[in-house]
């Protein structure tokens, strides 16, 4: 909301309607470029300030502008993470909650929880000994409710609506502290199921760029690795003529884009390379569908159909047996990832999978044929579980 506020204020100073519905988060993110450079005004504050201020009062055309932005994003984000497979039941951020931010103020009052400081500003101990050395601040002087403050009420309400199991938390790391301390303040209010909200951070991506410069939006990355892969396609000799090259290279290149992030720890920041996530031998997306497309077009040359009365002696090579082990350990892969939430043991997993699928794509009987169906199918599988759409042509 604090966001919205300078976002308002900026956009009744450089903002264009047409603009804004042609090309919602481009112009937004324009307008506030344009008014961040006066953030430090008094003026602006002030400004800033009493747009907070009408906002959490109802002010009828200050939520008319919060609302319009609002609603605008999110027909933007629909469309955006429709191209990533992604879909969303729900949108309902921290900003809904500007009214029960206010009852969960009352009620961290009336369980003893709020202490207020001489500046006027409400606080919440979180220390040990009860020494205020370390607080949260969850209201301004003026009585008006800050981030962490509509998080609880977002958390509660969450929970009286949906019953939830877990509920998970995923930002990037600078807002850890941040989750700490809502974690904290829900098991002080009493509610014991904080002990089941968790946070996954992820880290920075460093050194992407795009042919429009530095400053990257999602889909300026989806629209760059599609036209890239488009030209590594079609520069390849092996490349077979597609009917769908265009969906063929998004799905590929998507692919590349997310083991790219995945590999690693989350939480860890790393340098991007386009040339690195586009290569089509190694540890990459492109190399995974690849695979994929590989054992898919053995199983339609030699018949795809279930196989019976199958003579797996051939299976008993290294080679073979390797491969075998390997399908074995998917569920304990699975497992792993559902404990930690993190995605790189799958990942590795798959890499691993086809890496040793290799050695067997010379030499076709029935019983291997049985392998690369089980190969293909869990190589699918895994891979939908990241996010990507495995394709059957390359």
């Not at 906002?55 to 027909?75: A, G, N, V």
């Amino acid at each position: 909301l604090q966001f919205s506020s300078l976002l308002g204020v900026g956009f009744q100073s450089f903002g264009n309607q047409e603009k804004l519905k042609s090309s919602p988060l481009q112009h937004l993110f324009e307008v506030y470029v344009q008014i961040n450079k006066a953030a430090e005004d008094e003026n602006t504050k002030k400004l800033a300030k009493d747009f907070f201020r009408k906002l959490e009062e109802h002010d009828e055309q200050t939520l008319s502008i919060w609302k319009q932005f609002r609603d605008l994003s999110i027909e933007e984000y629909i469309r955006i993470y429709k191209r990533l497979g992604v879909h969303f039941d729900e949108y309902s951020g921290e900003s809904f909650y500007q009214e029960k931010a206010q009852e969960v103020l009352k009620m961290l009052e009336d369980k003893g929880l709020l202490q207020k400081t001489t500046k006027g500003t409400g606080v919440v101990d979180l220390s040990e000994k009860k020494d205020l050395s370390t607080v949260s601040t969850v209201m301004r002087s003026d009585g008006t409710s800050l981030y962490i403050t509509r998080d609880l009420a977002a958390a509660i309400d969450r929970m009286n609506k949906h019953s939830w199991d877990t509920m998970i938390y995923v930002t990037d790391k600078s807002q850890s502290n941040h989750f700490q301390h809502l974690f904290q303040i829900l098991k002080l209010m009493g509610y014991d199921w904080a002990e089941r909200c968790q946070h996954v951070s992820f880290g920075l991506i460093q050194g992407m760029k795009t042919r429009r410069g530095e400053v990257i939006f999602l889909e300026d990355v989806l629209n760059e690795v599609r036209s890239r892969m488009l030209q590594n396609m079609t520069s390849t000799k092996t490349t077979k003529a597609l009917q769908d090259a265009v969906e063929t290279a998004e799905k590929v290149g998507l692919a590349a884009l997310i083991i790219q992030d995945f590999r690693g720890l989350l939480s860890s920041d790393y340098q991007f390379s386009w040339d690195r996530a586009l290569q089509s031998r190694g540890d990459t997306g492109v190399f995974l569908q690849y695979t994929h497309a590989r054992l898919h077009s053995l199983e339609q040359m030699h018949g795809n159909a279930e196989l019976t009365d199958v003579n797996v002696a051939c299976l008993l090579e290294p080679d073979a047996i390797s491969v075998l082990q390997h399908l074995l350990r998917y569920d304990e892969v699975l497992y792993r990832s559902s404990q930690d939430l993190q995605p790189k043991h799958i990942v590795s997993y798959l890499l691993t999978l086809s890496t040793t699928q290799k050695c067997l794509f010379f030499l076709v009987f029935q019983a291997r044929l049985c392998l690369f169906h089980a190969a293909r199918s869990v190589l699918a599988n895994g891979m939908k579980l990241l996010g990507i759409t495995p394709v059957t042509q390359m």
